[in-house]
């Protein structure tokens, strides 16, 4: 099974970039890399997906280097909003979701 | 508005007692799944179905069941079998893949919460 590695943790500052990197083993040749976030007592929401090189949409940017066992996501000036849970997931329908990186933005 | 409904939001389970919780989306999606998330922890996969009246066991499917008899409904019982239910329970639908074979992304409900009494 696909498994990913998230830092447990990260704080940042308002207005501060934030990059959050994941590892992943055993992603499979044709399986994107998707990052969620989730808030308290709610389900996760996709964030941005991306399969190799660089992907930015209206929140976030994705990056990942060409052996793709790896992926970063880059949230440019964190609010305090942005405190969250964040998952990063490469594989099929029997992927596990790790346990997910702890933003918390401080003012 | 297209999205996932979970029903209830809170639930609470009597000891030996079964209980049902609800997942319906519009989203014409062909696949459906179940997760559930203990306080501080990832998801994890209890059920998944990629076609109606098919389902597939995911990591931790003992003590749980689940139909599909319709595309839009999942629904899973938590039966008297599993012996620690209290956790909050994720629906959640995809479509399959795209034309490259690619897995699409989840969107998830906002989860049901079960405790025991």
Known sequence: ?107 | DGGITQSPKYLFRKEGQNVTLSCEQNLNHDAMYWYRQDPGQGLRLIYYSQIVNDFQKGDIAEGYSVSREKKESFPLTVTSAQKNPTAFYLCASSILRDAVGGNQPQHFGDGTRLSIL
């Open chain 1, 1 to 107: 099974l696909a498994k990913t590695t998230q830092p447990i943790s990260m704080d940042s500052y308002e207005g501060q970039e934030v990059n959050i990197t994941c590892s992943h083993n055993n992603i499979a040749t044709n399986d994107y890399i998707t990052w969620y976030q989730q808030f308290p007592s709610q389900g996760p929401r996709f964030i941005i997906q991306g399969y190799k090189t660089k992907v930015t949409n209206e929140v976030a940017s994705l990056f990942i280097p060409a052996d793709r066992k790896s992926s970063t996501l880059s949230l440019p000036r964190v609010s305090l909003s942005d405190t969250a849970v964040y998952y990063c997931r490469g594989g099929g329908f029997k992927t596990i979701f790790g346990a997910g990186t702890r933003l918390f933005v401080k003012a």
